[in-house]
């Protein structure tokens, strides 16, 4: 068969979930492929893959479609009309508008239908109006998990049937070493024991409720770092702080990839209680990293999580804050959390993702 891929968030300097997801799948693709199918793909790009983003192969071809604006629904739509695909494939959310063929995306989540207020007006608008055509054109549809199944079913009424849930892989990062972990800690100015946030600083990760019961928990010592790129209303998310809690509470910003395993691995805990996630690649990365995680009980994450975490009702700020106090205060639990975590993740490869995408790709 001959394959289009949507390569284009690849290839974007600060990747977050949805970027490093596209990457991460499509290189285990390309591996699988070169195992066993040797499809015909074609990667389409908006800017210039560097050297080496992934491996050559004679199946394999690359393009750029550098056009600044309308990249999906004009550039890549006509690289379409021009190559003829069997299958076209767009690993984020939004398949061109006009395209032959058929089309398989991935739906990642429908946060925004939940959280409206959390988007820019004309951001949500296209969201709705691009998942809602996307779920209708796609010959199959893969979602991150069981929730994301139900969203779309409730949300677009879309057959379940027409829906694969494919999870995502979370290998890569491994427990860092004391040494890196110092390194990381001096560079974000972290001065002693603390827990850990990470993603994008915006309403719907319940930063507010994370910071008021941590502050009433009273934990001598410890600081409570809230990592991750600044989000649309990020003032609304972070609530004012006293002068006396700042130095408690620590925002470094966006965190180096390079830095992300000593940053999960120094932490005491990992807290993420999160009013809604579509796959939440934190929490699994945080097992991955030998550290306990508190999350919610909400949309996917007790899905994920399964038994190795710490669920707690995050609209329950009192129920985050007793989970901070039973993880900080019972080194026995945090050790039982930390090898079921372990465990828990060696369901989420990227090689079981890739073979079960390649098979919704080439068997429709």
Wanted: net charge positive.
């Amino acid at each position: 068969m001959r394959i289009a891929i949507d390569a284009s968030r690849t290839t974007v300097a600060r990747r977050t979930g949805t970027e490093n997801y596209a990457l991460q799948l499509i290189r285990a693709l390309l591996k699988a492929n070169a195992g066993r199918a040797n499809h015909a793909i074609t990667l389409y790009f908006r800017d210039q893959p560097p050297t080496g983003l992934f491996e050559e192969s004679a199946a394999v071809t690359e393009r750029v479609i550098p056009i600044p604006r309308l990249w999906t629904h004009v550039g890549f739509a006509a690289a379409l009309w021009a190559d003829r695909p069997d299958v076209t494939f767009v690993p984020a959310h939004t398949l061109p508008y006009l395209f032959p063929g058929r089309g398989v995306v991935t739906i990642h989540d429908l946060g925004y239908r939940f959280f409206p207020t959390a988007h820019p007006p004309s951001e949500l608008r296209y969201l709705d109006a691009t998942t809602r055509y996307s779920a209708r054109r796609a010959a199959r549809i893969l979602a991150d998990s069981r929730a994301t199944q139900r969203d779309l079913t409730e949300q677009y009424g879309v057959d379940p049937a027409k829906i694969r849930v494919v999870y995502p892989g979370v290998e890569g990062l491994q427990r860092a070493d004391q040494a890196h972990i110092a390194a990381v800690r001096r560079k974000y100015g972290i001065p002693g024991d603390y827990l850990l946030f990470l993603g994008t600083l915006q309403p719907r990760k319940n930063l507010g409720r994370l910071i008021d019961a941590f502050l009433s928990c009273n934990l001598t010592g410890f600081s409570l770092v809230l990592a991750g790129k600044r989000g649309w209303l990020f003032e609304e998310a972070i609530p004012a702080l006293r002068l006396d809690q700042r130095s408690r509470v620590i925002i470094p910003g966006y965190v180096a990839d390079d830095d992300i395993a000593a940053l999960y691995s120094g932490a005491t805990a990992f807290t993420f209680p999160s009013l809604y996630e579509g796959f939440g690649f934190p929490v699994l990365e945080a097992m991955r990293c030998g550290t306990p995680v508190l999350c919610s009980t909400t949309s996917s994450l007790p899905e994920l999580a399964g038994d190795a975490a710490l669920l707690v009702d995050p609209l329950d700020q009192d129920a985050i804050a007793a989970g901070i106090a039973r993880l900080v205060s019972h080194p026995a639990l945090r050790a039982d959390l930390v090898t079921r975590g372990y465990q828990q993740t060696q369901r989420f490869t990227w090689a079981r993702a890739a073979q079960e995408t390649l098979e919704a790709l080439t068997v429709l």
